[in-house]
């Protein structure tokens, strides 16, 4: 089993930047794509951003393509997205997602994964 830490969430004016890391102990973390997931009150959770097991693959929603960037630092079991250019739509609870099929390449839906943090909160105010 992996498990998923969030942090680096918080509130932020438009315009603004932030960096959430997500920390993940278990099974071995560098086999596994990774990503990030969102869910605004009264709405479904949708997906952010992914990145392969390797790093060599990312993938973003069109919203959020040119503004956020995610890496990952497998000698540190890190996943990172780095927020910039903040709107107030990016308003949201943001999940780290993680495991399911090694070696895989990253997906958009979250079925593809299993483990999953507590999520953190990032309000990004007008």
């Known amino acids: 089993q992996v498990q998923l830490v969030e942090s680096g969430g918080g509130l932020v004016q438009a315009g603004g930047s932030l960096r959430l890391s997500c920390a993940a102990s278990g099974r071995t973390f560098s086999r596994y794509a990774m990503a990030w997931f969102r869910q605004a009150p009264g709405k479904e959770r949708e997906f952010v951003s992914a990145?392969?097991?390797?790093?060599?693959?990312?993938y973003y929603r069109d919203s959020v393509k040119g503004r956020f960037t995610i890496s990952r630092d497998n000698a540190k079991n890190m996943v990172y997205l780095q927020m910039n250019s903040l709107k107030p739509e990016d308003t949201a609870v943001y999940y780290c997602a993680g495991g399911g099929v090694p070696y895989h390449s990253g997906s958009y839906y979250s079925t593809a994964y299993d483990a999953w943090g507590q999520g953190t909160q990032v309000t990004v105010s007008s």
């Open positions: 990145i392969s097991w390797s790093g060599g693959s990312t």
